[in-house]
């Protein structure tokens, strides 16, 4: 854990180029079939991705800028809300607004904005660099596949290697079904929640659909996340209590269908980990590598659970990461 810790700025668009790589793989290989050289069948991959990601931020900068043109509206709503939450305080727990004031000035000279705004550029350029970085993995990992996997092969033992061509086979299957299922649920959670907010007139539904969509990648957390800040602007647009129960009605109508015909249709069985493990591996993942690491955390503890299903001393943990079968004849006595 100390060494995954320490590595992050290298393991961290390593891995995110890894699993791309797995992605694109089959598309690749068809582009390959069609007689197209190997190196451009990955440019073309890498081309859609980023195609795919130019077309999100578009639309997401679309929505923002029509956002940003009644900045002033929701700032003076902001300033309102703040102003009767201070004489909520001073009418009940008797701080004068005041003394609120000269707290908040306070703690404003302790955190001062330019530090902030160093924070934010410094961190965005961290970012663009391991994007870079991620797209230069996918291309090499692609690239040199049938090299890494013949090195693979060379460290198994004669009597091992059909199974270690099965691991191989399924961590690329399981990948490929995890993300592919992942992006087509994001894409149904885009048009249901942009329908239902804009039922419920939440303003700005497409960017709040699109953000809700897009918190998906982290399971439980991401989701709930969008729908909070959803509530937020609901708030401050002076939305009243009705319209916030309408939100949670479309957040819960989306939850369910999400979760009894989406997950079951379009993700499949996929990274089979049971509910306990996912919590525990997103927590970890947090303190490890931060966001990255919850959006990294589930597909990894897929293959770790792959590689132990397959390797018979470690058959007990993959059974312990996954999904309990139910028994036809019900529970015994010692279950």
């Not at 707290?103 to 160093?118: K, W």
């Not at 419920?200 to 809700?212: R, S």
């Not at 770790?304 to 397959?310: E, L």
Request: charged share 15%; hydrophobic share 55%; proline share 4%.
């Amino acid at each position: 854990i100390a060494g995954l810790f320490f590595a992050k700025p290298f393991l961290i668009p390593l891995c995110f180029g890894a699993l791309f790589a797995m992605l694109f793989l089959p598309l690749s290989r068809w582009l390959e079939r069609k007689k197209i050289p190997r190196g451009l069948a990955i440019f073309i991959c890498i081309l859609l991705l980023l195609s795919i990601i130019t077309t999100i931020i578009l639309v997401i900068s679309w929505q923002v800028t029509d956002l940003t043109r009644e900045v002033t509206d929701i700032e003076n709503r902001v300033r309102q809300m703040v102003a009767e939450f201070e004489q909520f305080i001073s009418n009940y727990f008797g701080i004068p607004v005041k003394q609120q004031e000269k707290l908040l000035q306070q703690q404003a000279r302790d955190n001062p904005a330019n530090g902030i705004v160093m924070a934010v550029g410094s961190k965005l350029l961290s970012l663009l660099i391991d994007f870079i970085l991620c797209l230069v993995y996918i291309f090499l990992f692609m690239y040199s596949r049938s090299k890494i996997k013949q090195f693979i092969m060379q460290l198994i033992p004669d009597q091992q290697k059909d199974n270690a061509q099965q691991v191989i086979h399924d961590i690329q299957k399981i990948t490929q079904q995890y993300l592919t299922g992942l992006g087509w649920m994001i894409l149904c959670l885009w048009i249901m929640y942009t329908i239902g907010f804009s039922i419920v007139g939440v303003k700005y539904a497409v960017f709040f659909a699109i953000l809700c969509g897009l918190l998906e990648i982290v399971p439980f957390i991401g989701n709930l996340t969008g729908n909070l800040l959803a509530i937020l602007m609901v708030i401050i647009q002076g939305g009243g209590p009705g319209m916030i129960i309408a939100v949670l009605a479309t957040y819960a109508i989306v939850q369910f269908l999400q979760t009894y015909f989406l997950e079951p249709l379009v993700v499949g069985a996929g990274v089979n980990i049971n509910p306990l493990f996912t919590i525990i591996i997103l927590v970890l993942g947090e303190l490890v590598w931060g966001i990255p690491g919850m959006v990294l955390a589930i597909p990894l503890l897929g293959i770790v659970k792959i590689v132990c299903d397959h390797i018979e001393p470690l058959k007990p943990y993959g059974f312990l990461i996954g999904h309990e079968r139910k028994k036809k004849r019900g529970l015994t006595k010692n279950s």
